[in-house]
């Protein structure tokens, strides 16, 4: 009753952004079993913030936006610093997930790989990544760490043992930011949410992007 609850809540806040509400429901089914949590690369506004009774440590390179996230108490506990080097703070098997939104494409495919590497050693039961599908340009504007550098594809996931499902629908719809291409942007939505249940979330190279699960467990 109490994951119902949960999922009616994250409902319940999220809409009409159905997109967002999906991914908001899969990561916490994949967080059912894990207590703590660290969330590499957090931002201000961390999925996190929807799901509860967690132990959550937030990390980022941008302090104003980890300022914004302490403002709104998203973590329990915060830290600045290159999310390149994990491994010079956390230790092996330290929380119970280490999650990454919207990271990876960010750093060249090398840092990438290595990020991999070191989120898969602090994990003690997952780890869940979130990327574009291939290369989705992106600028940095005010936060030259927003810049996209890298594509991933499920391969890339696949090959290191990673469950890999699509998300946000059919790559056709979404460009920069995963803003919807065409208007009405209402209409537009549902139709490529409606792509996700039908088709994209079990044929992840047609999605906009990935979600993909390493569990050691």
């Known amino acids: ?100 939104i919207d990271v990876i494409e960010h750093l060249t495919p ?24 291939g290369f989705v340009p992106q600028s940095g504007h005010d936060n030259q760490l927003q810049e996209h550098i890298s594509g991933w594809d499920a391969a890339d996931f696949t090959k290191r043992g990673y469950k890999v499902k699509g998300l946000y629908g059919l790559k056709m719809f979404r460009g920069e930011r995963a803003e919807l291409k065409f208007k009405p942007k209402l209409l537009t939505g549902i139709i490529s949410e409606l792509t996700h249940y039908l088709y994209t979330h079990r044929r992840p190279e047609k999605s906009y992007s990935l979600f993909a699960v390493y569990n050691k467990k």
Do not use: W
């Open 1 to 100: 009753m109490k994951n119902i609850r949960n999922s009616i809540d994250i409902i319940k806040h999220t809409l009409p952004h159905f997109a967002f509400a999906n991914f908001v429901l899969m990561l916490q089914k994949e967080l059912k079993d894990c207590d703590s949590v660290l969330d590499v690369g957090c931002g201000s506004a961390s999925a996190l913030r929807f799901i509860s009774g967690k132990q959550t440590y937030g990390v980022d390179g941008h302090a104003p936006s980890i300022a914004i996230s302490k403002k709104h108490g998203i973590h329990n506990k915060y830290g600045i610093m290159d999310v390149r080097e994990l491994d010079k703070k956390f230790k092996n098997n330290q929380f119970d997930a280490v999650m990454a």
């Open 110 to 133: 090398k840092e990438g790989y290595e990020l991999l590497k070191q989120m898969e050693k602090i994990a003690a039961k997952k780890v869940i990544i979130v990327t574009p599908n």
